[in-house]
């Protein structure tokens, strides 16, 4: 069920028209749909709701505390990455008994604050960490429930920036070296629980396989855990399931949750999942405005008033979003099309939205549609170059909500000193 389609010429997101956004709130700015997050959280927990469950939704895909309330309201938690997203998961309400926390490099006070609220596990990532947890564990007179996030060695056969399950990547414990952590700290931390087995091998995988090979591998561990006296609650796969940015042929989520129950047939645990982009990927577009048409004999560029700051991917992974102009009007479906670069405004040659992308005719003042920006869109975007963030708004059936505002200059300078 897509929220973003056409009528007489003009895209809407569910009854609202795009153009009535743009002209009203202005560009750039975030455009999300509700029907389109709440049905995804729907897929996820029918998906599973004959197994015992728990969807950590991935807080830093799209991280507006509106967005996690309305998930949160759907009774999902969250995996989070950093104290800073707990401050907004607890902000959304998520209590701790369904937030887990991963992430290479959490610090004593991270780790403090998130076992002061209570949270569900810790994914542990290395030695380090685990000795850090204990004694912080101590020091506070608790017991911390953790995991050890493994590395399967499986190719999750997507971009090199988004693959975190090879053994090269810096993610989890190379699982060769798990059974021996497992149970070294079993016997020694006194202060740790382990709860379970994790992982996350990537994002946008769109093909079930390096699921299913890594099911097999993280069964077989648990296995040996069981037989050596460990009492195992969960099972984590992390998130990773990839969405259609450009009409590729995706797993549905179903699919992907019957790899995971058929590899752990006759085991007793609760599976977690921490989806991000499959969750709020598609729910959102980002509208930004042609300032400029630049014709040289060599090429045509359409010159937006969105950079690299406001929607980073193009730039950093060289990723496709298909771009959409906004209303099609009857001249210009007749127009021949070239190729155009869509480009920013950000003094950078890597400010691109999109290369050598096919558009009938552009005009100035022409609104475009970034499709796909709800995962890793808003929530990657920065200052650079002194640009205010965008705006992020929601649309409800016919209603829009401002669920961030647009930052303001003074936004910008929060903080900084003028010195004497
Ligand atoms: C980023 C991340 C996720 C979410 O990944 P998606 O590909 O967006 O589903 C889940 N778990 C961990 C540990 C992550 O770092």
Known sequence: MDPFLFRNNNLYCEDVALADIAAEYGTPCYVYSKSFLLSRCQAYLQALAGYKHLVCYSVKAASNI??????????LGCDIVSGGELFRAK???????KIVYSGVGKSAAEIRSALEYNILFFNVESEDELLLINETAAEM?????????????????????????????????????????YLQAFNDCKNIKFVGVDCHIGSQLIKLSPFKDTAFRVRALIENLLSHGLQLDYVDFGGGLGIDY?????????QLVDIFTEVLEGLDLTIVLEPGRSMVGNSAVML?????????????????????????RPSLYNAFQKIEKINISQHSASDPFSKYDIVGPICESGDFLAKERAFPELYKDDVLAVMGAGAYGFSMSSNYNSR???????????????????ESYEDLVRGEKLGR
């Open 66 to 75: 509106y967005l996690l309330k309305i998930i949160a309201e759907q009774g």
């Open 91 to 97: 902000l959304a309400g998520v209590p701790g008994r």
């Open 141 to 181: 007179g608790l017991i911390a429930p953790v995991t050890l996030r493994v590395n399967p060695d499986v190719d999750p056969l997507t971009h090199p920036y988004i693959s975190t399950g090879l053994k090269e990547n810096k993610f989890g414990i190379p699982i060769v070296d798990a059974e021996r952590i």
């Open 246 to 254: 450009d009409g590729e042929d995706v797993p549905e989520v179903n």
């Open 288 to 312: 930004t405005k042609i300032q400029y048409i630049k014709n040289s004999s060599e090429k045509k560029f359409a010159i937006v008033d969105a950079g690299m700051n406001d929607l980073l």
């Open 388 to 406: 205010p963030r965008a705006p992020e708004l929601l649309v409800d059936g016919s209603s829009v909500t401002v669920i961030r505002e647009r």
